[in-house]
């Protein structure tokens, strides 16, 4: 079932969501176009590249990638893909294109919702100081190849396991770790610089 409002559904056949599928297509509608920066980062979703399909392709690709490079505008159109329809946005990227599906405005919920019961505290300056000195040492260049997946090389590593026919033996549940509270060491560390 679906639900309609609270406790309330509506009863749906797998025949009758069958009926409502779309079929994939190898196209896209293209319905107009904006600049990069109007799309907020909220909306962003999976990338794909886009090639042209062949020679003949190559040319019409090569000159809407252009244009839009020039233009600095991306394309916005729709896709259907696995079924249903998706928005798309088409970004020129070096020789190709980036088309990043894009969350409908259903998804994203509003920030306010969630920030605006965040009382109003005016921070001290001098934590404030302290915090900015902590993150200007961990300042790094963003380099992705630093965030692996733990638990795909933890599956990975447990499949290569059981081929070589080991036993896989679960892990002991890991001890709490000593977390400390950013503010009370931030409060830590004033109090300490002040003697």
């Known amino acids: ?23 994939s297509t190898k196209t896209i509608d293209i319905e107009e176009f904006v600049p990069l920066e109007d799309i907020d980062r909220l909306y962003w979703d999976n990338p794909y590249y886009m090639v042209p ?17 020039r233009s600095g505008q991306v394309a916005l159109g ?34 306010k919702q969630f920030f605006d019961d965040i009382p109003n505290v005016k921070p001290d300056r001098d934590m404030i100081a302290i915090a900015e ?15 692996d997946d ?15 026919g080991h036993k896989v033996v679960r892990p002991k549940e890991a001890e709490p770790s000593n977390v400390i509270n950013l503010m009370d060491a931030l409060k ?6 002040d003697g």
């Open 133 to 147: 000195k902590i993150i200007a040492q961990k300042e790094e260049d963003f380099d992705p190849t630093k965030f």
């Open 188 to 193: 830590k560390s004033l109090s300490s610089s």
């Open 53 to 69: 399909d062949g020679k003949m392709a190559a040319e019409p690709f090569t000159v809407i990638r252009e244009a839009m490079e």
């Open 1 to 23: 079932g679906f639900e309609i409002a609270k406790g309330e559904y509506v009863q749906v056949t797998q025949e009758e969501i069958d009926s409502v599928r779309l079929e």
């Open 150 to 164: 733990r638990y795909e090389e933890a599956l990975k590593a447990l499949i290569e396991e059981k081929r070589k």
């Open 78 to 111: 729709r896709l259907v893909m696995s079924q249903r329809e998706r928005l798309v946005a088409l970004e020129p990227r070096d020789k190709g294109i980036v088309a990043t599906m894009l969350r409908s405005y259903e998804e994203v919920r509003d920030m």
